[in-house]
């Protein structure tokens, strides 16, 4: 297990988005009123453009707006699912259904900001493995070979496939 604190975020985009689109744009003065750890993800995030279309949505800084007295930052696509910080522990992380009594998520904050990152890179990314039947000792040189992506056979778009070059 990988401990998030080893996590470098713009190493980590880097490697999967590639280099960043922009030198970033700089936060609104209501920003101020999120935690650190938050202010960063969106200062980081304005980065990579790829960040903004996964199936979570998180809650630009000017549109944070309390629910059950925690502030929600981010929805899940259908918006039934949310995730707030504390008021008063900024670092305490909740989720749940909105309008109702949220449940703390064991992860800080900024724990939680790193997973919910990788998370949503690999489900963006645009080549995927799945290795639920590879056996262990497969999985260095599988993780090292190039994807290409290749038309389905229906011809309907485009599959990501795992090919050696």
Do not use: Y
């Not at 259908?78 to 995730?83: H, L, Y």
């Not at 703390?104 to 997973?115: G, R, T």
Request: hydrophobic share 40%; net charge negative; charged share 25%.
């Amino acid at each position: 297990m990988i401990n998030p604190s080893d996590i470098d975020l713009v190493e980590f985009l880097t490697h999967w988005h590639g280099a960043p689109q922009s030198v970033g744009r700089p936060l609104p003065a209501e920003a101020l009123r999120i935690p650190r750890p938050l202010q960063e993800w969106h200062e980081l995030a304005s980065r990579w453009t790829k960040l903004k279309r996964g199936g979570n949505r998180m809650i630009e800084p000017s549109e944070i707006q309390a629910d059950q007295g925690k502030f929600v930052f981010m929805k899940d696509a259908t918006g039934d699912w949310i995730w707030a910080f504390g008021v008063h522990d900024r670092d305490a992380v909740f989720e749940g259904i909105p309008g109702e009594n949220l449940d703390h998520v064991p992860e800080p904050l900024p724990e939680f900001l790193k997973h919910v990152t990788a998370t949503e890179t690999l489900m963006t990314a645009d080549c995927a493995r799945l290795g639920d039947q590879v056996p262990d000792e497969a999985f260095p040189s599988i993780l090292t070979l190039p994807c290409r992506r290749s038309v389905s056979a229906a011809g309907s778009g485009r599959t990501p496939v795992i090919a050696p070059s």
